[in-house]
């Protein structure tokens, strides 16, 4: 592991090993003797988080073997195997399902208070359900789980719980051991020692727990190239929880139909002892009841139902539910078509639907953040907006004990969203600036010259050399780019520039561009004679314009803002030299420096309004040395 910014003998002082391991320990046997009684949920959310200190501690400076990450794993989930379901009451549900099952009856034919057994109805677990009025919506594979937990089921003892509880926390152990045969040590800690995941798998019995090591050998088969059992395994995933299904178009990308059809009929087989005429209305039922009146630490649901109350007056979460899904359903063919283009790893792609789905639900209870947190230790990423979110949804469980529950919402969705845009925001600007040069080229393209020979072109100011890639890349020209400051994100020539004249000869370039760059030059007029003067056909240059002096004003701070955010500070110094001008003002210079305009195109309103002028050199002009240092490159 790596160890932080900090003095040497800080940094790799051994104690770090114990002081957080005990510490670690200490939280953990704390919350097993306090989180079995819900009033001592402060408590528990002290402990969890200091739990998360000495974690953060153990991963950041310390020096584990995997051995012993892997035994305190084991140790950790039996300190908390005997805490009963006090946090949540999902796991009653469980054992009324498997129940229901035992008595010869479909758990998608009857909603619990409408069961036709009244001797099931005097069950502990019937008496502590919630939502019973609710038909199941558990899948067949998690329904397995529960009928063999509740084999042996006796009214008067909670064996059936620490059934079902077993082979969950079994399943998540051997989720662990598979992720350590995939990640490096320090990942599996990573995941494995962190006290929300423990509390929420030995502590509390998800069904999640399943779903890790359905997810796992998915991800572990697929790397291993033995794509009919990965299949396989992700339809059984599909049946412990329905999202994973969504998963499929990515195997059949990566592996085509003759790998994907062995999954589709274990998914049939498995469905089939649940098969009934009502059992697709009756879940589709239940669960669009779930969108339209369940809500739960939802960060973007609860934004815009609470934005429109305050527009509208009314209230619109029973609408607003059911369109954030369908807006979601909608929104997954696009995530195929970006896996397609951006060749994820299917661990990425995975996170990515799952974190899409998360973020338009309605409900978010703490332990449907254990998908993500896996996932990003399987990717070997920090992924800290995942663990922030999971940190403070442990905080909404106060609610239960009226206590603050929405400083914890706010605090958990702000803080993921900060932490997305830090982690994505580089790529996100990367992509839109290539989605901007795809633009750029069309307007250029009309007015590039078809010759012979390959064309040979000079992106003069290239930035990151998107718009040279594009020309290369459609043209098959000769591209070399050329900046002050080197940002060039292709694999195009990057000459990069220095104080005197451009170093290249007389007409050496058929093509110049210059597209948002004379504005920065300290002596544009002396750039621009240098253009022509290594050009042999034409320079193109596009300038942004304005007409009146508050559209000058916001070209100024527009351009300040854009070319600070995508330079990341490489661009600032190069603010002092802004120097916009009307289209006459343009004309203007091209005249003085002996050019013709031979072609023109406008894009763009307002401060965003751009004008291309394509220019001849009349003829070669020798003149007084250039200095270049000014130079600067586009913005956005």
Excluded at 478 to 494: A, C, F, G, K, Y
């Amino acid at each position: 592991m790596t160890m932080g910014a900090l003095p040497s003998n800080f940094a790799h002082w051994k104690g770090w090993n114990w002081i957080s391991l005990l510490g670690l320990f200490g939280s953990i046997a704390g919350l097993a003797f306090v989180s079995g009684d819900r009033t001592n949920l402060p408590i528990v959310f002290a402990l969890i988080v200091f739990g998360c200190v000495c974690w953060f501690i153990s991963w950041r400076w310390g020096s584990f073997r995997l051995w012993t990450i892997l035994l305190c794993a084991v140790l950790f989930r039996l300190l908390l195997f005997a805490t009963p379901p006090s946090l949540s009451d999902d796991a009653y549900r469980y054992i009324w399902d498997g129940l229901i099952q035992h008595e010869g009856l479909n758990p998608y034919q009857f909603a619990p208070e409408d069961v036709p057994v009244e001797d099931l109805k005097q069950d502990p677990s019937y008496k502590n359900l919630n939502s019973k009025s609710f038909i199941s919506v558990y899948p067949p594979v998690s329904q397995f789980i529960f009928w063999l937990g509740t084999h042996w089921h006796d009214p008067s003892h909670d064996l059936s719980y620490y059934l079902i509880k077993g082979f969950l926390v079994l399943a998540e152990m051997m989720a662990i051991f598979l992720l350590a045969r995939m990640v490096s040590s320090g990942f599996v800690l990573f995941y494995a020692w962190n006290p929300v995941i423990i509390m929420e798998t030995a502590g509390q019995a998800h069904t999640e727990s399943a779903l890790l090591l359905a997810l796992a050998l998915v991800i572990y088969l697929a790397k291993m190239n033995y794509s009919r059992w990965a299949s396989i395994c992700l339809s059984l995933a599909g049946w412990i929880k329905l999202y994973p299904f969504l998963f499929f178009p990515f195997l059949w990308r990566r592996f085509g139909w003759h790998s994907v059809w062995s999954g589709v009929l274990v998914a049939v087989l498995v469905a089939l002892p649940f098969v009934a005429p009502y059992v697709l209305m009756n879940v589709s039922g239940s669960l669009d009841l779930y969108a339209r009146f369940f809500e739960f630490n939802s960060g973007l649901y609860y934004a815009i139902k609470e934005s429109l109350l305050w527009v509208t007056g009314d209230d619109w979460s029973k609408q607003l539910g059911p369109f954030l899904r369908v807006v979601f359903l909608c929104g997954v063919p696009l995530l195929y078509l970006l896996d397609r283009y951006q060749n994820w790893s299917l661990a990425q792609a995975c996170l990515i639907t799952t974190g899409a789905y998360f973020v338009l639900t309605t409900t978010i209870h703490p332990w449907y953040l254990l998908i993500p947190l896996f996932l990003i230790a399987c990717l070997q990423m920090h992924g800290w907006h995942w663990v922030w979110l999971a940190i403070c949804s442990m905080g909404t469980y106060l609610l239960y004990v009226d206590g603050p529950y929405w400083i914890f919402v706010i605090l958990g969705w702000s803080g993921w969203t900060i932490g997305v845009i830090i982690r994505y925001y580089k790529t996100w600007i990367q992509t839109l600036l290539r989605y901007r040069s795809k633009t750029k080229f069309k307007r250029l393209r009309p007015f590039i010259p078809m010759i012979n020979a390959p064309l040979h072109v000079l992106d003069l100011g290239c930035a990151e050399g998107y718009l040279g890639q594009q020309i290369h890349d459609q043209l098959g020209a000769r591209v070399i780019l050329s900046d002050i400051e080197s940002m060039n994100q292709t694999t195009l020539p990057h000459h990069q520039l220095k104080s005197g004249p451009l170093p290249w000869p007389p007409s050496h370039f058929d093509v110049v561009v210059l597209y948002y760059v004379l504005h920065h030059a300290k002596d544009p007029e002396a750039l621009l004679r240098e253009a022509l003067r290594i050009s042999n056909n034409r320079v193109m240059v596009v300038e942004s314009v304005y007409t009146t002096s508050f559209q000058l004003q916001c070209l100024k701070i527009i351009d300040r803002i854009a070319n600070r955010l995508r330079s990341f500070g490489k661009m600032n110094a190069q603010e002092k030299y802004l120097d916009f001008r009307s289209s006459q003002q343009w004309r203007k210079i091209f005249d003085k420096c002996h050019s013709n305009i031979i072609g023109e195109f406008k894009s763009g309103f307002g401060p965003f309004c751009s004008v291309g002028f394509i220019l001849k050199p009349q003829f070669i002009i020798h003149h007084k040395p250039l200095n270049t240092h000014k130079i600067n490159s586009k913005k956005i």
